[in-house]
């Protein structure tokens, strides 16, 4: 089974400098409470998290960036109808705001709800042409969709913006592997590679390519590198391929 990588989303970084920034002139305020929750979900402790950018909200509740990484907290949690009403408020504070709308995507997309997901995308790249992150998303959700060119172009976007993203060239790989397009997803994993090697998802992705080319030599070579980085390979993959291959490792 080929293994779709993860959306992308950001806390503010621009809201943990401008707390640092305050944290250095106001030497009255022992704990700034968004550097702090910052902290905490960095170290993925979300519960915590949430609770230090709750006091930083009532303590600036004008300020659009408490809600922002509030809602991200939410997001990791699973709780994406919280998510989503924190976006809705950094949105009603700031139209602009790119990645709030990126972020709403992200959690009406892993609702189901694909088609607000997509328009906030949209809504993101109309005020970044730019953010090769939302192409990405975006890419994502057409995947989950099985609307398999929609997503690879989504993703050649990204690639554009930035020629170096990883994660893009891997799941465009998945896009291309799903259509049968397997010289094309070859040399998409082969990217991803190059760009990460230590990518055990890309090694995963191509053994099932190189499978499916009844390449198996090249298949098992895969397996055991994306196994030596930890990566539990799908055991029904791994039994097809010891039939098929007349090996056992």
């Known amino acids: 089974m080929m293994q779709v990588k993860k959306k992308e989303i950001l806390f503010s970084i621009l809201g943990i400098l401008l707390c640092l920034l305050q944290a250095g002139c106001k030497k009255e305020k022992p704990v700034d409470h968004s550097i702090e929750g910052y902290a905490y979900a960095s170290k993925g402790q979300y519960d915590k998290a949430i609770l230090e950018f709750t006091e930083a909200i009532k303590n600036n509740p004008t ?18 109808d919280l998510a989503i009403e924190d976006c809705n408020k950094v949105i009603e504070m700031n139209s602009r705001h790119a990645q709030a709308y990126s972020n ?4 009406y997309a892993n609702k189901g709800d694909y088609d607000r997901a997509i328009a906030d995308f949209n809504t993101a790249l109309e005020i970044n042409p730019k953010f090769a992150e939302a192409h990405y998303n975006c890419g994502v959700t057409y995947d989950h969709m099985k609307e398999y060119d929609s997503a690879i172009s989504e993703f050649t976007k990204a690639i554009e913006i930035n020629q170096n993203y990883d994660d893009a060239f891997c799941n465009r790989g998945l896009a291309y592997g799903k259509k049968g397009q397997f010289d094309q997803a070859l040399a998409d994993f082969d990217k991803t590679i190059e760009l990460n090697p230590q990518s055990p998802e890309a090694y995963n992705n191509r053994a099932v ?28 993959f791994l039994d097809k391929l010891r039939k098929d291959s007349n090996r056992e490792e």
């Open 63 to 80: 300020s659009p960036e408490p809600y922002y990484n509030r809602g991200l907290a939410y997001y990791h949690k699973g709780q994406f």
């Open 104 to 107: 709403r995507g992200n959690a």
């Open 209 to 236: 390519v190189y499978y499916s080319m009844k390449e198996y030599d090249k298949a098992w070579e895969d397996v055991h590198k994306a196994q030596g980085m930890g990566f539990q390979i799908f055991h029904g």
